[in-house]
């Protein structure tokens, strides 16, 4: 599995952002989403998950309220609104594939990795 992340740069504090997690190489279908991001010095944090069906997502604790996973199965992409942002939302975003679509907040637990992309919130 292929997955290439998109959307990122720079934003004020209190915009908006939508990521997008272009997948290829499987079946895009039958596997859990996930949205990790890293930021300088700091573990890798999970943000939010999204099941094959759309009907179960998880999000990490900082994020519910303000972000929002969602995905289209025909195009192959997963997508992550990011609304009310923070300087500390400040970090590299990373999309990830879960083959058994288990929708975990664990990095360890995925399968494939994007390359990651960066989002600055700033003044």
């Known amino acids: 599995v292929h997955l290439v992340e998109s959307g990122g740069g720079l934003v004020q504090p209190g915009g908006s952002l939508r990521l997008s997690c272009a997948a290829s190489?499987?079946?895009?279908?039958?596997?859990?989403l996930g949205w990790f991001r890293q930021a300088p010095g700091k573990e890798r944090e999970f943000v939010a998950a999204?099941?094959?069906?759309?009907?179960?997502?998880a999000y990490g604790v900082s994020m519910e309220g303000r972000f929002i996973i969602s995905r289209d199965n025909d195009k192959n992409t997963a997508y992550l609104q990011m609304n009310n942002l923070k300087p500390e939302d400040t970090a590299v975003y990373y999309c990830?594939?879960?083959?058994?679509?288990?929708?975990?907040?664990?990095?360890?637990?995925?399968?494939?990795w994007g390359q990651g992309i960066q989002v600055t919130v700033s003044a």
């Open positions: 990830a594939v879960d083959v058994l679509d288990r929708v975990l907040g664990v990095a360890a637990e995925y399968d494939y």
């Open positions: 190489g499987r079946t895009f279908g039958s596997v859990a």
């Open positions: 999204i099941g094959w069906d759309h009907g179960r997502t």
